[in-house]
Structure formats: C-alpha cells, structure tokens
C-alpha cells in the first residue's frame, strides 16, 4: 500500500521490541531522505505488513515490507533512481538496501541496472535502525551527486544510450519494432 507518511509504517510489526529511540532514529533518517527528494516527485512510502507472513520461496524473490523511491532524472525514455527497501529474508532476518538504479539499454532489455548498493542484513530492531540510517544516508550522498543516468552506466561500465536509443526508450528501435510484431 503507498503511503503519504513514513510515519504509518509499523515498525513493531517486524520486530516487537523497536524501542522509542530506535523508532525515532528511523524517522529522523526518513526524515533527511525526504529532504533529498526532489520538488517534482511525488514519491511515497510504500509498506505491505501483508508480506510479514509469508516466507520467502526462492532466493531472487524476496517479498518487499517497506520502501521508498527518489527519481532524480526522467525524460520519459532515460531515468535515473535512487530507492531504499527492506526486503524478507527469513522469518527472522531482513535485508535494508540503499540503491542507485538506471535505465537498462542492452539488448535484450533488462528494464533496469542496479550500479550502487549499500545492504545490510538484520535481525533486530536495532540493527534495523543502524541500517536504515546507513541506507539513508547513503541516499542522501547519491541524491548530492551526479544526475545523469550515463555518469552511473559509465562508472558502472555499462554502455551509454545512444541518441537513437533516446528518441524511442530503453531497448532503442529494434525493441519498439519487435513488440509491434509480436503483439500483430
């Protein structure tokens, strides 16, 4: 569910011992990362305490608990984001992780590339809020840097977008092409 507020997020659904102090910790540092959003996003918290009850399946599908994404470059076919989540490991154990995500331009298309990641594993609420305010202030420290979605792809030596690529999206005009044939 999106939220308006990080405030609606029950911590103590995830660990029933979140102290006051622990609690406040974390709104501070959601606190700074709203700070970091940019005016033209609309951005939310997102938090499904539905996922606390189911366990994890398969290692590449973790359900989501909690999260939230900064969009600090969009043209409508090259964007760059930055997004905090805390992800099911195990019963017991959760993953907090500060990303930095662009746009992916292989062929074939991936939708998207993660080039940064600051994560840490928890089992505690205070673990929990030690890596919420490393995440976030990892957040912070990308949103102060470099805008430009091919600054990351080059750093992360993933190929640039290509002017051509630009006009049509991720995937360029061949990818456009091949799903108008696919779907004729």
């Given amino acids: 569910m999106g939220l308006k507020s990080f405030d609606r997020i029950e911590w103590s659904l995830l660990f029933p011992d979140f102290s ?25 918290w997102d938090w499904w305490p539905e996922h606390l009850g189911v366990d994890p399946v398969h290692k590449d599908i973790q359900p989501i608990i909690a999260g939230t994404t900064l969009t600090l470059s969009n043209s409508g076919v090259d964007w760059l984001e930055l997004a905090l989540c805390i992800v099911r ?8 992780s500060a ?4 746009a992916c331009w292989c062929d074939p298309d991936h939708n998207m590339h993660v080039v940064r990641k600051d994560e840490h594993l928890v089992g505690t609420g205070t673990a929990l809020a030690s890596a919420f305010e490393s995440a976030g202030s990892a957040l912070e420290r990308w949103a102060g840097g470099s805008h430009d979605p091919d600054a990351y792809r080059a750093a992360a030596g993933l190929e640039p977008a290509s002017p051509t690529s630009r006009a049509s999206g991720p995937g360029g005009a061949e990818a456009e092409d091949s799903v108008i044939l696919k779907l004729a």
């Fill in 20 to 44: 006051a102090a622990e609690a406040a910790r974390t709104r501070a540092a959601a606190g700074r990362i709203e700070t970091a959003r940019l005016p033209e996003d609309t951005g939310k």
């Fill in 99 to 102: 990303t930095v995500e662009v």
């Fill in 89 to 96: 490991e195990t019963r017991q154990r959760f993953t907090v």
